[in-house]
């Protein structure tokens, strides 16, 4: 199947808008995760845990469903301001830590992202989908290295972790230019989950072959 720049603007908007996956589910979207890390230099695949796809992200605590981007914009920096006096209040929340991280993940702040989900970290190791959501984030800001050890940590304490194996894949790939263990990422995760398929119905295993 072929994809054209618009499908790929149209999913990149999608995602950008919190229209893609919910952070609690898993929306097996992979080849599309793949292919805007490559032409549109930046994707959003947080951590997620089962095979469904919805059409709205979860929101943390204080974060409401907007009707514009104006206002989408405005709750986001409310949400943001409540969260960050709840840390300030209960700076051993790990719960509050991590949604102020998601929060700041959503708002395109990749740094205060990291710092709080490395708070979260301190207060409560071994969060897969904080360390997921972690590397994202560092591959934001271009430090590949440094992704692809939160993904691994995930991968330490969860050998199949779906979006962690993914993940890793991208940054092999894309970023760092080492297709074959890319590759090995990625057929782990079809071995896993024979049946994954990216949006428009493609078995991943099939997108990979190509790619191949």
Known sequence: MQYS???????????????????????MALLVALLLGALLGR???PDTSSVVAVEEQKRPIGQQPTSSPAAGGQ????????????????????????????L?????????????????LEIRPGNTSVLVD???????IKAYDKALESFRA??????????????SGVVLHFDLKRTEEALQAWRK??????NA?????ELVSKLIQEIS
């Open 75 to 102: 709750n986001l920096a409310v949400a943001i301001k409540q969260h960050e006096d709840q840390v300030a209040r209960e700076p051993n929340n790990a719960e509050a830590w991590e949604h102020l991280g998601n």
């Open 5 to 27: 720049s618009k499908d790929y603007e149209f999913l990149g908007r999608k995602v950008a808008q919190g229209h893609y996956v919910e952070r609690s589910t898993f929306a």
């Open 154 to 167: 995930a991968l330490d304490i969860n050998p199949k972790h779906e979006h962690a194996l993914f993940n």
């Open 43 to 45: 994707y959003v695949f």
């Open 134 to 140: 972690r590397g994202v984030m560092y591959r934001e």
């Open 189 to 194: 995760l079809v071995e896993i989950n024979p």
């Open 197 to 201: 398929k990216a949006p428009s119905g």
């Open 104 to 120: 700041y993940y959503d708002s395109g702040a990749p740094e205060k992202a990291i710092s709080a989900y490395d708070k979260t």
